[in-house]
Each structure stands twice: as structure tokens, then as C-alpha cells.
């Protein structure tokens, strides 16, 4: 099946929550099984937290999430127009933080639970994060 | 988030029930209000009791490490009561499940601090 959605959400803490459940929602089109949503929106939580503390500063600013589906595969892009990465090496690194009381796992969490991911980023013109999961249990089939 | 606060000062602990989902939006005022029960006490542990907590991520994350950072240091720390297991692969997957012990109710917590605390009741 093919299906897309797209999302557009001021930089707000308060949006986090809805951006977990819109795309949990449109996850849910696949077989992922509860787990494999709760783990999905753990790593949505990351990234609009991400675009919402480090691209936007909590300033003001748009936060885009574009979901798609494709077989049987999700992808999720979420997209700011912050300050831009300088260095994504860096901020790969377990424990890299800017932040006190910011534990620097939140990509650690986007890597372990999504199959894969990847930073597209331009230092003040933004950030774009991709983000790819199909449910377990397709893959054990096809295996 | 609804937050349910208990001072325990004969266990020197304060118990705090949770609800909700605990990320960035609500984890100034979470930090705040444990803040705020540990300042009238000289209480040294907290219980966190995760029962009804159906999401966190690392923001929550962060700001439960920096309480235990704190509470260690008086020689206290944190009790994690009940959590639901996508609760606990978050702390288990950030490493602090082996800091932070885990029960699965408030008494038994309770009785763990009497043990480390050797306090004794009538």
C-alpha cells in the first residue's frame, strides 16, 4: 500500500504530543505491533524536541513532518528551518549534549528503535531528519 | 500530567505518583514540583511511582538523572515503583535501571529503605 500525510506544527512543547499521535495514528496503517508504535513515538518525540530546543532555541519557528508509507515501509521526515547542524559526527556521539539536565541520548533512542535514520542539515537554513521502519514481523516472513 | 505528592518523613522519603506522559512540555513543572517537596523536608529518597505513566522520553529522562545526581549525593536516590514496559525500555536502554532499583509497589520500596536505613518501627 502507498499513503502519505503531512503535518506542519509551530515550535511548541505543546505540539509534541500531537505530533507522537498523528504519526502513531498513521503508523498504525502497517502491522507494527504496540511495541513497535511506542518505540516509534519515542523516536518523533527526539527529533520534534530536537528541532524545538536546539534549531529553533525555543524561539519561534515551523516544524514540519511528512509521513509516508510505501509497501511495507514507514518513513517519517521531520524538517525544521533552524540553525543547521555544524557538525553531525559530533552530535552522533552517545551522551553529546549542549544541554545541562539534557542527556544526550535522544538520538541514541531515534537509532535503536527506527531501522534507520539519517541528518540532512545546513547550518542556518535547517535540519531534516529520516526516519525508516517496517514492522518485525513482515520482516521474519520475507527472511 | 497529574502529579500526587507524599512526604514519607519516617521513611525519609518522598513518594511522587505520576500520570500521564512525562517529555518536554511538562518537565519543567515535574522538576519543579520535586524540587519543591524535597525543599520542606530533609528527605533523602524519592520514590517514583510510574504505575500510570504511559510515555517518557530522554527530556523525562534527563530530569529524573539529575534529581538522582542530586539525591546521591546526600547518600539517598531514587525508587522506581511499577513501571509498564515501554516505561522501563526507556530507562533500561539509557543504562539506569542500574543505578536506580526497580519494585513493584510503594511497600516494598518502602521496606527497601528501612533495610538500607535500618529504621525500625514499632
Known sequence: MTNKAFLTLQSKSENIGLARIAVATFSS????????IEEIKVAVSEAVTNCIIHAYEEKKGEIEIAMKINEDELSIEIIDYG?????????????FSTKEEHMGLGLAFIDSFMDDF????KVNKGTTIIMKKCPEALKKVKN | MKINIENKDSHQSVILRLEGELDMNNASKFKSKIIKAFKKTNNK????????VNFIDSTGLGVILGRYKVLSKKGGGILLVAMKNQVRKIFSLAG???????FSSEKKALNEINKKEEIYHD
Do not use: C, R, W, Y
Open chain 2, 96 to 102: 539506569m535501571l542500574n543505578i536506580m532499583e526497580e
Open chain 1, 83 to 95: 540553525k543547521g547542524i555544524a557538525d553531525i559526527e559530533a552530535v552522533l556521539q552517545p551522551s
Open chain 1, 29 to 36: 496503517n502497517l502491522d507494527f505491533t504496540l511495541s513497535e
Open chain 1, 118 to 121: 539519517k541528518i540532512d542539515s
Open chain 2, 45 to 52: 529518597f524519592l520514590i517514583l511511582n510510574l504505575k500510570k
